[in-house]
């Protein structure tokens, strides 16, 4: 039985930290069978602002053991720092042509509403399609996709978003157009573990006015939020069948932090997962779990505490990233001496809604993780305070 991409949107792997810093190079390499060997095949690396935000990202094939440029992706930033469009591009004989486009339109509360996407002439950018979002508060509730047909805007896809009584996504039902209105296609329906992180994803798809299964995502983690491993199981008619499966590595490092919780017991953290080092994905055959391809991540600079040799010349609070950020974000600043700090996040009526954290931390530069999963929508103030210095800044939770 064969299915229309236009009605049927699966469930996808989670990829864990999904917002975390992007990583300076991605090397791409595709599994021989025969020789059970992997092959560097691609290789991806990016350039960041001063901010840490991304500035582009360019992929090579890797042909001969040297690197041939095949596209390059520029982003562009509004005046408050969130993604406002990019561009792509290819690159035939060293020169750039643009060939998609893909602009954010917003609403006060930095809601993204409207994602539309165009295709390059060769002179101008001409309208493709787009995605158009509605809220019920900070709650994101359909998604309509339209293709671009003459001077209007043809329907294509609805997803609609429900949501169980503490907030989380319970399931998204996904229709398709059939030129007179949306029909019922496929749905996504999730489960959660006891850390509130989605343990299983099942996609389920509507024919003969009934539903019938289709594939499966089972997720294993590490810990809260740290997704380590997205298994695919496809079914067969009569159960599910494993058939292909994602592993993500992490790099543990080394951090100490005094948080105090709302009773005001101090927690000692030693040992914290930061930047992704790999990720492999693997397929099911004869019983045997198979390498396809794996990507190896580096990264610009460490996120955890930085080498205390380097020059601290300033006591400083950077701007966080990824920002906007959903659901979490990194929060790096620099000390120049050993100190006792306090950081708080705070609300735009000033209300303090997370002591992150309070505590004696050594000279130097410092990343936290800011996970604000039970937060609405809207702008932040992070604020690092220690003895009379006192530094902001102005985060966007964008959910």
């Known amino acids: 039985m064969k299915f229309s991409s236009l009605l049927l949107i699966c469930c996808i792997p989670m ?6 810093k992007a990583p300076k190079v991605t090397d791409g390499y595709t599994y021989d069978r025969s020789t059970s060997t992997f092959n560097h095949s691609t290789r991806s690396s990016s350039e960041f602002n001063t901010d840490g935000t991304i500035k582009s990202r ?5 042909e001969n053991g040297a690197e041939v440029a095949q ?4 982003f562009t930033y509004d005046s408050q720092g969130k993604l406002a469009y990019w561009e792509k591009g290819n690159i035939v004989g060293g020169v750039f042509n ?6 954010l339109t917003r609403d006060a509360s930095g809601n993204i509403i409207v994602e539309k996407w165009q295709e390059h002439s060769g002179e101008d950018w001409d309208d493709a399609t787009r995605a158009t979002y509605i809220y019920n508060g900070d709650k ?3 998604r309509t996709t339209q293709k671009r047909e003459g001077t209007g805007w043809t329907n294509q896809i609805r997803i609609e978003y429900i949501y169980f009584e503490d907030g989380k996504l319970e399931e998204e039902q996904v229709s398709a157009w059939n030129s007179v209105s949306f029909k019922q296609s496929s749905r996504n329906r999730f489960e959660y573990n006891a850390d509130n992180d989605i343990s299983i994803s099942t996609t389920d798809i509507f024919i003969y006015g009934s539903w019938n299964p289709f594939q499966k995502y089972n997720y294993s983690y590490l810990e809260k939020g740290i997704q380590t491993r997205s298994t695919e199981a496809i079914w067969n008619g009569a159960a599910f069948i494993d058939a292909q499966r994602y592993s993500t590595k992490f790099r543990k490092i080394a951090l100490q932090i005094l948080l105090k919780d709302e009773m005001n017991i101090e927690v000692n953290m030693n040992g914290a997962y930061g930047e992704t080092q790999s990720a492999q994905k693997q397929a099911l055959l004869d019983t045997v779990w198979v390498p396809t391809w794996k990507e190896i991540y580096t990264y610009e600079t460490n996120t955890d505490v ?3 040799k380097q020059a601290i010349t300033s006591f400083n609070l950077e701007c966080n990233y990824p920002n906007p950020f959903n659901p979490s974000t990194t929060i790096v600043f620099t000390l120049t001496e050993n100190t006792e700090i306090a950081i708080d996040i705070f609300d735009m009526r000033g209300r303090r809604v997370v002591n992150l954290a309070n505590g004696r931390f050594s000279m130097g530069r410092h990343s936290l ?4 999963e039970d937060l609405p929508s809207g702008n932040y103030i992070c604020r690092l305070k220690s003895g009379g210095q006192v530094q902001i800044r102005k985060m966007m939770l964008v959910k």
């Open 71 to 74: 596209s390059e992706i520029r």
């Open 15 to 20: 990829m864990s930290l999904s917002e975390e």
């Open 140 to 142: 994101k509730t359909s």
């Open 58 to 62: 360019t992929t090579y094939n890797i």
């Open 369 to 372: 993780q800011f996970n604000a």
């Open 306 to 308: 930085l080498n205390q």
């Open 98 to 103: 643009f060939s998609r486009k893909m602009t």
